[in-house]
């Protein structure tokens, strides 16, 4: 018997049975592709911290140029106040001090986002160096500018030292100690640089209701000057011409009727003339408000005006003189609109004291369509208001009714104002 003997190692026979045809599977991904696959570089610390380490790294070199300007400042401004050019260089100093507190102002908005409304300009009553010499050495703003770059030096050295060590030592907590000292910065910024809000809008609604006031003046003396000037002024020179024709006349032994004739309407002219006054001096200061209040001057401008008016005034005391006059010119400027304007067939005014305002309230039944820029004098009325404390309101829409409401100040009538002061 024979034996075959196959060497080890020999892959058997040539042809090995094959194993039934199968369909082809697609090949697994190779994991290792993505396992070698970086992720993309990032900054360790975001875009805020960033801006913080950047405002600590600037307040060194910022807190030397602040530090030096204001002791060279003071040195030579208290050194120079005995001499004439002391106190002006103090106050141009002062001045350089508000640009610095802008520049910081814009460096804390940039960097760490902090919010603060610039301060009002110098405020100068008067016109004049003096007036000017004097508000700028008591700006409050420059000082508290001042006294920020003062104190800033220690703070700048601490805050850059700290910065710059912790970038390299101790970058894992940087973003935290950035924090804590932008934090104290940000106190510092708006307890010395920012503006004292309640006191710099007083400021700016004084400073507008002063122009207000002076414009209003100013307008109401150019028309007393015109109405004089074209009216009274010029009839009582015809009179005076005409008494002197009929002196001339009666001293060339002419008397006649022509010198009769000359006498009538001399007459005629004073009493043209004397109504002419009475007029203005009602559009100064009507005698029926000094002499009977708010209701009865109200009812009498009501009875000139071309639409039926109804006048209600609720008020137990008389106002202020002032508060009175402006309710009653506010009134009569109203209703006026209404004769020129409204095209209403019938209007009411309301007066009444809520608390410690004056409430006027005037309506009509026209077709609507007021507004404070529609040329009839509403915005003239709201300026003259609001330079009281006091607001004007229209409700207007078009087709109507209009209802305007304004309300002032109330206040009370001193001693002596009977009525008659």
Same mark, same amino acid.
């Given at each position: 018997?024979?034996?075959?003997?196959?060497?080890?190692?020999?892959?058997?026979?040539?042809?090995?049975?094959?194993?039934?045809?199968?369909?082809?599977?697609?090949?697994?991904?190779?994991?290792?592709?993505?396992?070698?696959?970086?992720?993309?570089?990032?900054?360790?610390?975001?875009?805020?911290?960033?801006?913080?380490?950047?405002?600590?790294?600037?307040?060194?070199?910022?807190?030397?140029?602040?530090?030096?300007?204001? @002791? =060279?400042?003071?040195?030579?401004?208290?050194? %120079?106040?005995?001499?004439?050019?002391? +106190? *002006?260089? $103090? /106050?141009? #100093? &002062?001045?350089?001090?508000?640009?610095?507190?802008?520049?910081?102002?814009?460096?804390?908005?940039?960097?760490?986002?902090?919010?603060?409304?610039?301060?009002?300009?110098?405020?100068?009553?008067?016109?004049?160096?003096?007036?000017?010499?004097?508000?700028?050495?008591?700006?409050?703003?420059?000082?508290?500018?001042?006294?920020?770059?003062?104190?800033?030096?220690?703070?700048?050295? @601490? =805050?850059?030292?700290?910065?710059?060590?912790? %970038?390299?030592?101790?970058?894992?907590? +940087? *973003?935290? $100690? /950035?924090? #804590? &000292?932008?934090?104290?910065?940000?106190?510092?910024?708006?307890?010395?640089?920012?503006?004292?809000?309640?006191?710099?809008?007083?400021?700016?609604?004084?400073?507008?209701?002063?122009?207000?006031?002076?414009?209003?003046?100013?307008?109401?003396?150019?028309?007393?000057?015109?109405?004089?000037?074209?009216?009274?002024?010029?009839?009582?020179?015809?009179?005076?011409?005409?008494?002197?024709?009929?002196?001339?006349?009666?001293?060339?032994?002419?008397?006649?009727?022509?010198?009769?004739?000359?006498?009538?309407?001399?007459?005629?002219?004073?009493?043209?003339?004397?109504?002419?006054?009475?007029?203005?001096?009602?559009?100064?200061?009507?005698?029926?408000?000094?002499?009977?209040?708010?209701?009865?001057?109200?009812?009498?401008?009501?009875?000139?005006?071309?639409?039926?008016?109804?006048?209600?005034?609720?008020?137990?005391?008389?106002?202020?003189?002032?508060?009175?006059?402006?309710?009653?010119?506010?009134?009569?400027?109203?209703?006026?609109?209404?004769?020129?304007?409204?095209?209403?067939?019938?209007?009411?005014?309301?007066?009444?004291?809520?608390?410690?305002?004056?409430?006027?309230?005037?309506?009509?039944?026209?077709?609507?369509?007021?507004?404070?820029?529609?040329?009839?004098?509403?915005?003239?009325?709201?300026?003259?208001?609001?330079?009281?404390?006091?607001?004007?309101?229209?409700?207007?829409?078009?087709?109507?009714?209009?209802?305007?409401?304004?309300?002032?100040?109330?206040?009370?009538?001193?001693?002596?104002?009977?009525?008659?002061?």
């Amino acid at each position: 018997m024979t034996e075959r003997i196959t060497p080890v190692g020999s892959a058997g026979p040539s042809n090995p049975p094959q194993a039934p045809h199968a369909p082809d599977v697609p090949a697994a991904p190779d994991e290792s592709d993505d396992n070698d696959r970086l992720p993309p570089a990032r900054f360790a610390l975001g875009r805020q911290t960033w801006k913080e380490i950047a405002h600590l790294l600037a307040n060194l070199p910022v807190s030397i140029v602040g530090f030096v300007y204001v @002791v =060279t400042l003071i040195s030579m401004g208290a050194g %120079l106040a005995v001499t004439v050019v002391g +106190l *002006p260089l $103090l /106050a141009g #100093g &002062l001045l350089g001090a508000r640009l610095l507190g802008r520049m910081e102002r814009a460096r804390a908005r940039k960097l760490l986002g902090v919010r603060i409304d610039e301060p009002s300009p110098v405020l100068v009553r008067r016109t004049g160096f003096f007036s000017w010499l004097w508000s700028s050495l008591r700006d409050s703003v420059a000082w508290r500018t001042v006294l920020y770059d003062f104190i800033r030096l220690p703070w700048g050295i @601490v =805050t850059f030292t700290v910065t710059l060590t912790s %970038l390299f030592l101790l970058w894992p907590v +940087l *973003p935290f $100690l /950035a924090r #804590g &000292l932008t934090n104290v910065d940000r106190a510092m910024v708006r307890g010395l640089l920012s503006p004292s809000d309640e006191l710099e809008r007083r400021i700016a609604e004084l400073e507008s209701d002063r122009g207000v006031v002076v414009d209003t003046a100013a307008a109401d003396l150019r028309r007393i000057e015109r109405d004089l000037h074209d009216g009274a002024q010029a009839r009582l020179v015809n009179l005076a011409m005409g008494l002197g024709l009929a002196k001339e006349k009666l001293l060339e032994g002419q008397a006649d009727e022509t010198v009769a004739a000359m006498v009538d309407e001399a007459h005629g002219e004073v009493k043209l003339a004397l109504q002419e006054l009475r007029d203005l001096a009602r559009g100064i200061h009507p005698a029926v408000l000094t002499d009977r209040g708010l209701d009865a001057a109200l009812s009498s401008i009501a009875s000139r005006c071309t639409v039926p008016v109804k006048v209600t005034a609720d008020l137990a005391t008389r106002p202020a003189a002032a508060i009175e006059g402006i309710a009653y010119f506010t009134v009569s400027e109203l209703l006026q609109n209404v004769s020129k304007h409204s095209g209403a067939r019938s209007a009411s005014v309301d007066v009444w004291r809520a608390d410690e305002r004056l409430l006027i309230q005037v309506r009509d039944d026209g077709h609507g369509g007021a507004a404070l820029d529609g040329g009839t004098g509403m915005a003239g009325l709201a300026d003259r208001l609001g330079a009281v404390d006091g607001l004007f309101l229209i409700d207007s829409p078009p087709g109507g009714p209009t209802t305007i409401t304004a309300e002032l100040p109330w206040r009370n009538r001193g001693d002596g104002q009977d009525g008659r002061d």
